[in-house]
């Protein structure tokens, strides 16, 4: 188990509620069925934060609700759903007569825990970042006279995880890759329409081509005015993770 395995193992002995964030665009690669496990086992309570709703359509979540525990929806940016999120947190430490709550908040990186501590204390106090990996140890946080949280580092396990699914969550940082074509290539799968509608080119069959046109558009170009495919590669990898394409 790697260090940040071990800090999240610990903040799960330590806590009396979990919360489990996930990627509303990546809910099963963010998952971690293990951990969620280990939590029950710990007769801890786990609350399953969907985060980044204002970046999906919400009717696609809806099988979630049945399939995860306690499973709420959010957008720690945009503040929905966080009043509910308060109130199932208070509704659980009522009913269990919890007297001094702690509170762990674990997830892969980049999906937004600190930011959800953040929503939860009413200010910034997690520090927060574009960047996956940005949490290094854990960090308590008090959000009230009674409730303390501990925010941990995003843990992976990535003989699991694919290069390509660690750069679409935003776990890794796009310019150090090999091939952000073979990525992009795999959005235009996942979500044909997107990339079309935000850089305004028609999605050919031929998606080397669709990007070809891309780097065009944008101008980006190499020697003998050729379209430069790693680099729009690399920009449109930064724009899906920035969340700038809808
Ligand atoms: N669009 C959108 N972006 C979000 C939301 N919540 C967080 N983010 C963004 O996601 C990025 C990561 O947020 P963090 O809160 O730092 O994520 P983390 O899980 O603590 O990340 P690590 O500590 O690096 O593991 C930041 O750029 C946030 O602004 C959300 O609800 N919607
Ligand atoms: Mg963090």
Excluded at 132 to 159: E, L, W
């Amino acid at each position: 188990m790697s260090s940040f395995g071990w800090i999240v193992h610990k903040v799960i002995q330590e806590s009396n509620i979990i919360l489990e964030v996930l990627d509303a665009r990546f809910i099963e690669i963010t998952r971690d069925i293990k951990l969620e496990q280990k939590i029950k086992n710990r007769n801890c309570i786990l609350i399953t934060i969907i985060n980044k709703c204002d970046l999906v359509k919400i009717e696609d979540l809806e099988p979630y609700k049945k399939k995860l525990e306690n499973c709420i929806f959010i957008s720690a940016k945009k503040h929905l759903g966080t009043d509910l999120l308060k109130k199932k947190i208070n509704e659980i430490i009522n009913k269990k007569k919890i007297r001094k709550p702690i509170i762990g908040v674990v997830g892969f990186p980049n999906v937004g825990k600190s930011s959800v501590i953040n929503v939860l204390k009413g200010k910034g106090s997690a520090k927060t970042s574009l960047e996956a990996g940005y949490t290094k140890g854990k960090q308590f946080v008090r959000i009230s006279k009674n409730i303390m949280m501990i925010d941990t580092p995003g843990v992976i396990d990535k003989q699991q995880t694919k290069e390509s699914e660690l750069v679409l969550v935003g776990a890794k940082n796009p310019s150090t890759i090999k091939d952000p074509d073979l990525v992009v290539i795999k959005l235009m799968k996942i979500n044909p329409k997107i990339v079309e509608k935000h850089y305004k080119v028609k999605l050919k069959v031929n998606k080397e081509k669709t990007l070809e046109d891309i780097a065009l558009k944008l101008n980006y170009k190499k020697k003998g005015n050729l379209p430069n495919i790693d680099r729009v590669s690399k920009k449109i990898l930064q724009d899906w993770q920035k969340g700038n394409i809808l």
